[in-house]
């Protein structure tokens, strides 16, 4: 033991939340694209994934404040009585000269989240910027925590094993492999989830764990495997001052999981559909996004592509979302806080499942 | 007497010996004895001018100086001779040294003298000399091991406010890595003197304490040495004669964890230290010259993160911080006594450099060239009344250059507080500065008035030359018994990287305050002495730096306090002291007083140490309630970066926990033909409620914990001295 070993002793305890943790009340991520327009000054849309007590979905909506800003500690100056440059999920909003600075005060009850984002125009091109997740794959990896030991954890030891297909579930205690096609792994990748533990591959890959786990140099000190339940997953991608976002969900599960679509990336419980469908929301706090669907009526005959989608009624024009929605039902819309739970109970909605856009996609 | 003896002394030649004290006062009644051979010589007693003369046949003689509450002094001595022998008597040896300490005259209020016994013997110093003061009474109790605990904060200042000299040669730091050893070891020390506050006009440019140290220029009169290691360090030193009047003196310590290839993930480079002395003397601490080079140097390279709470590619990716930092110090410097006069004057060159690093995210790089000059003076009008004088220059060449760093270098703000203010600089500054003084000592000794007068100039601080007036009152009204009073304005221009656009403002004012103490010494059966100090200092502009902002001045500052010391000790058998010391530091910032960086309320220490035969055991107590620190208040979340910018709270709203820390000793000698070899073992407790390093925060900085540092932990070392 040396003098010196204080440094090395010194310890500290984990926090109970990281980084990787969709929990409570957070602002997860914020998206910032550019409107396309020839004149100035330049305007943007701005895109957010937010969690409201820990889910993907809220039923009361947060407060959202939007400031132009030149520095981005003005913000810490905003209240409730200050006057927003915009307000709601996704204003389109037009930067004022000399202020490129976008900052958000975000409040849920006694909770506030202050954000911002540095616009640059210079990054616009999206080479110039974070890569944008095509989706979220997740797929199963033989690494049950039964075998998470410092040798099995080491990031080469887990890079040789093989990968399953995607998988839209995974029983308590195993693992998925997650990626995002479309972000080169020397890009990085910011993993996070409402549940379990991740371990990290490479710059955009990650392993993840359906179990609560506290290790330290690869072993195993505590362990809380996950009961069943959905499991909600963001990939935020970060470049040139320009992030964005993915999202998934997956089914944790002994048995069989019960029915689900996958739309979207998201996943909508109530019926397994493989084509676009009519289905009506049902508020339903165990499901993915919090609605489930039901009375599921499949369209007749098929489209054959997205062109004769569009001659059918999603059904969604008319919801009472804070921001004008369009097209088939997209469970992300509550994620981004678009649509609030609650005035989409008893909606009816088409659905397009992602198999059949996979499908109609690949085809020759 | 023999009749060998009687004839030699037929042909003797007469030695004149002058005996004094360290401050040049003559000790009357000291006995001189020369030895002609083995067993029979001459001896002498001093006269009221210290002079004793003994008549001695040619040749080479033994010489022995003896007086009631100093160190006897032994030396070697050829006749005949031109000049007198001058004997100065270091700090003593002699059982009734207490009270010569607490007694002796001094031009500074209140004095703290660490002396080799302490150091060696003291649980919990490492026997290292510099790293007892942090345990003095006045100075701020820092927790081990922490970032911060190599700070020097005394009666409630703050660290950039006080000034280390060594030989009169300003210093940059004064501790390895995080206090774990000073910068210069014991074995080169002669004199080491903490001044906490209303010191005389000898050092100025300083609001705060004053380190003096004073190298060890006894001459040796064969080669002598040491050598050490303990799972810190291991290191020598060897003085030896050369010549007659010619001696050298060398000094080297190094860490040595990382020779062995030591390392981790969360220190990918181990801390490296080291420091060296050479030294090539004439003549003695009287009169002589010689020249100098000393160095010191930190490095390492560590992990911001706590590396096993992260997966393996976040600790991969994991910043890391890498910090280097040195002084070197060439020097030359001649002594000379005259019956009037005497003195010194140093030439010194300090050159420093600081390198401060974290991955991806800034660096910040300091490096300076310090060319100094320095007399003092120290005269005598008539019999009793003195005077001394001074004058200090320097010239300094200094550039800095700064990248700053992103949200994540507030993580080490301490360490290398440029990068977190966030502003890039790079700049070169050039700086004169000018110091003289001169005081008096006037009165007979049982009331004493030592006025004094100090001006200062500084090329950064515009034409403006300073006058700092003080003064000390002291009274001995009965033997045994002192009063003091002293008080005086003190002023100090902002350090030198302060001044650059980017760390601070070239227009920082000058911080000026006044400052007054009162005190009593009392020595209660010749042995025990008890002290009582009280002070107030009044700041105008002092300097206060906060994590992730510009180094800026407020209003006002004040620190008021009181400390209370007990001390007993028998030379080479046992020491004992207990200290007790309550202030409160505070500062007017934005028309609000808020606590002081140094505000620590309370500190108490214990201390004990028992020679029994070749074994000593030691043990000693710290407490101090908890020093100030600013909170965070959670953060701005930077969507671009998926990164998170802390948000600070009120500046030092929060405090540390109280500290505790038991040390205790058990060292065994060996006695062996020509050297000895000492064992020691010591165990450092600090309870788990007391053992917090330094905050640390969740990813969004909304929760903040602890780093904690060991509760037990067991050190073992070996010296051998020859």
Redesign the interface.
Known sequence: ???????????????A???HDLVGFR?A??EAEPVESTTEPRAWDVRLAVVVDGRPFADEQPLLSWFWLED??E??AADALSEPDGVGPAPSLTAPEGQSVLG?LARYGDEE??????L?DTAAAPSAAGARPERVRARAVDLPVDTLDPET???EARRNLPVGSDSTSVVSGEALRLDAPGVPNTERV?WMATAGT??????AT?DWFASDLT????EVEERADLPEQVVTFLA?S?GS???RFAATDRIVSAEEPPDHTQVHGRLLYGADLDRPAYATLVADDLAPSGLALVDPTPIDPVPRDLQELELFDPGTTALPCFEPVFGPFDPNWLLELLCPRAPLDGARVLVVPDVWRDAITEAP | MSPLVLWSLAWASELLVIVADPGGDPIPGARVEAFVDASEGAEAQADERGRATVDLPDGEHRLLVEAPGFTPREQWITVPRKRPVRVTFQPSEAALEVVVEGMRTTPHATRHVVDAEKAMETPGTLDDAVRLVQSLPSVTVQREYSPTSGDLSVRGSAPGDSRYFLDGIEIPYLYHFNQYASVFPTSQIGTLELLPSTFSAQFGDAVGAVVDARSRLDVPQAAHGSAHVNFVMVGGDVRSPVSEDVWVSVSGRRSYQDLGGEQTSQYPVWPIFHDFVVRVERGDAEEGTGAFVMSASDSYERAIDELDLLDPVEAERAPTVQYAEGFEIYGMHHRFRSDAVSGRAIAAAVRHRRFGALTGEGQEELSSWTGTVRADLVGRVAKVERWNAGIEGRASDTSLVVAPGGPEAFRVAEEVPALARGEATDGRLLRRQLGTYIGARLGPSRLMLMPSLRSEWDSSGGTAMRLDPRLLVRATPVDGTALKLAGGRYTQRPETEWLFEGAGDPDLPTTTSWQLSAGVEQTLGGRLEFALDTYLKELDNPVVELPGELVRTVAQGRSVGGEALLRYRLRERFFTAGWVGVQQSTVLDEDSWRPADGDQRVSVGMVASWDVGRTNLGARYRFASGLPFTPLAGSLYDAGTDAWVPRTGPANSDRYPAYHKVDLRVAYTWTLPGWTLTASAEVWLVPRVSAQLYPTWNYDYTEQDWVVGPTVLPLLGLRARF
Request: charged share 25%; with cysteine.
């Open positions: 033991m040396t003098l010196l070993l204080p440094m090395l002793l010194a310890c500290q305890d984990p926090f939340v990281d980084r602002i991520a914020i981005p500690v913000l810490e958000l989240q202050r954000s911002f984002l540095v640059d954890s080491a990031v910011r991740f371990l990290e591959l490479d710059g990650t290790l330290d140099e690869g935020l970060t001052h320009r992030s």
